[in-house]
């Protein structure tokens, strides 16, 4: 075999590896944007979310990161190259396990958000309480008279009851997703939010 034909297998079969590992890589790419997205917008950033890829990067990407790099280093050895192709492959693994990483960061600034919005309705029904207390001498024991038609906040409805009143005084709580045993009340006699732990 001459070393132009030679030459020429070459060149073709390395076209064809581009072309793989480029459609790979777009492939890789969306399912990476599909995972992370799902990872956000359900779990938010919550403490499971944050456990669940912390576990994954530790008990998964790091060791496919530590045999995709061993099997690197050993393809050379071997002269048809599926190792590297191999080696490839669980790199691309590692890196779409490991973008979920990114689900967290964005996930902890919803959770923010979720937050500060919880707060900003519970506060916005502060003075529809006190009338109600004026006409009629105590507070609700439930909320869903005042509540009405309002769409609750996320964190709202994922708790449940977050409305808490013995007639005299009322009480607002609920737990900060992104902690464990953490959460926020805001009592009627205070008047302003306070973490507890």
């Known amino acids: ?110 959770t923010r958000h979720d937050i500060a919005e919880a707060k900003s309705f519970c506060e916005e029904l502060v003075p529809e309480l006190d009338i109600y207390q004026l006409e009629h001498g105590a507070y609700p024991k439930s909320i869903e008279t005042l509540v009405g038609n309002r769409k609750l906040p996320v964190i709202l409805r994922r708790v449940g009851a977050f409305y808490h009143s013995d007639g005299d005084n009322f009480s607002f709580n609920f737990m900060d997703p992104s902690k464990l045993m953490v959460g926020f009340e805001f009592w009627s006699e205070r008047r302003q939010w306070h973490r507890w732990d």
Not at 22 to 28: A, D, P, S, V
Not at 40 to 59: A, D, K, Q
Request: net charge positive; proline share 2%.
């Open 1 to 110: 075999m001459s070393f132009k034909r030679l030459n020429g297998k070459c060149q073709l079969r390395s076209r064809w590896l581009k072309k793989m590992m480029t459609k790979k890589i777009g492939i890789l790419a969306v399912i990476a944007v599909v995972v992370n997205c799902l990872l956000t917008f359900y779990f938010r950033g919550s403490f499971g979310h944050y456990i669940f890829v912390l576990i994954g990067c530790l008990y998964v990407v790091l060791p496919l990161l530590i045999l995709t790099g061993i099997l690197f280093c050993v393809s050379f050895l071997e002269p048809k190259g599926r190792l590297r192709r191999v080696s490839i492959n669980f790199f691309l693994v590692s890196l779409l396990l490991g973008s979920t990483v990114v689900s967290v960061i964005i996930g902890i600034q919803l």
